[in-house]
């Protein structure tokens, strides 16, 4: 369900597919967050490490992931070029 919703690593910039993910409890388990799909979110091991040390996820009303460093500063990505863009733009 969870592979489903989410389809890669929902920390911002990352597109590790699921199979390389673990699903993480937003609200820790030890801490009373249930198991439940409005809790879990998928991330790759290296993105998994930085949550538990400093940086924050937060799922949106509309489903859009947003992602925080440590100093509560939001993570922004720009859009992807699409590859056809890049290459008629090299000529």
């Not at 592979?3 to 801490?31: K, M, N, Q, T």
């Not at 809790?39 to 009303?61: D, M, S, W, Y």
């Amino acid at each position: 369900m969870i592979e489903h919703r989410d389809h890669h690593c929902v920390f911002a910039g990352c597109d590790a597919p699921s199979h390389w993910c673990d699903v993480h409890h937003l609200i820790h388990w030890a801490h009373g967050g249930e198991t439940e799909p409005d809790n879990l979110a998928l991330l790759c091991e290296r993105h998994h490490t930085k949550v538990h040390h400093g940086f924050r996820i937060e799922r949106q009303p509309d489903g859009r992931w947003r992602t925080y460093r440590p100093d509560d500063t939001e993570i922004l990505v720009l859009p992807r070029i699409p590859d056809e863009t890049v290459r008629t733009r090299a000529g």
